[in-house]
């Protein structure tokens, strides 16, 4: 049963490494390309400015992780904060505001709550991306220390992980090498008692001959 559990541990170990790597890579990837990473239709993302600070239940403190998902253009409805492709100094990057009208270029007008103008550009199907349902709070202090020293986290994380494997590995060698070590004791004290048996039958088989003899 210990040796199961070790064995079920160290995969699930190995697997959390594994996806840590992937979901990193493919985490850089999706920045680069200025899109989302999304997961069964959701993704998070770390609010790093103050723009959508304000009083309304959805407002974003600064180091708040908002959960957004992934819907169609024809979703928006006007109050909903949204992230959307954008530009600041001629650098893609993806933005979270609310939509407050309609442009009158078409699409839609965004602002930040605390901002006090509306968005330059506005939102259209081509660069919407997704909508807030939901925001985290209580993890600020780590969400600010991923969004400024990822690299570290992730080499801790793969450190820890990667210990907690080899460590594992050893303790399941030493429960597989007890166990045949116990298997092998098994084995040569049963030949024992098979030998200690066969000599005493054989005794009385010799005793049963003389007794027949005389």
């Excluded at 992937?22 to 989302?36: F, K, L, S, Y």
């Excluded at 959960?67 to 530009?87: P, W």
């Excluded at 965004?110 to 506005?122: E, F, I, L, Q």
């Amino acid at each position: 049963m210990k040796k199961t559990l070790s064995i079920v541990f160290t995969s699930l170990a190995i697997f959390i490494f594994v996806l840590s790597i992937v979901v990193m890579v493919i985490g850089a990837r999706a920045i680069r390309q200025n899109e989302p990473l999304f997961i069964g239709g959701y993704s998070f993302s770390i609010v790093p400015t103050d723009s959508m600070v304000g009083d309304n239940p959805d407002s974003l403190d600064p180091w708040d992780i908002a959960i957004i998902r992934k819907a169609t253009f024809d979703e928006i409805e006007i109050g909903d904060v949204i992230v959307f492709q954008s530009e600041i100094n001629n650098k893609p990057i993806l933005v979270i505001h609310r939509v407050v009208g309609l442009h009158p270029d078409g699409g839609y007008e965004t602002k930040g709550d605390h901002n006090t103008s509306v968005d330059m550009n506005p939102v259209n199907e081509t660069n919407f991306k997704a909508i807030y349902t939901a925001k985290i709070t209580f993890l600020k202090p780590i969400a600010q220390l991923a969004a400024v020293q990822k690299n570290l986290i992730f080499g801790v994380l793969s450190v820890l992980l990667l210990g907690m494997v080899v460590s594992e590995t050893i303790h399941i060698i030493k429960i597989t090498k007890k166990s045949q070590e116990e298997k092998l004791k098994k084995e040569q004290e049963e030949r024992i008692k098979e030998a200690l048996y066969q000599e005493v039958l054989q005794e009385e088989l010799e005793k049963k001959e003389k007794s027949n003899e005389s």
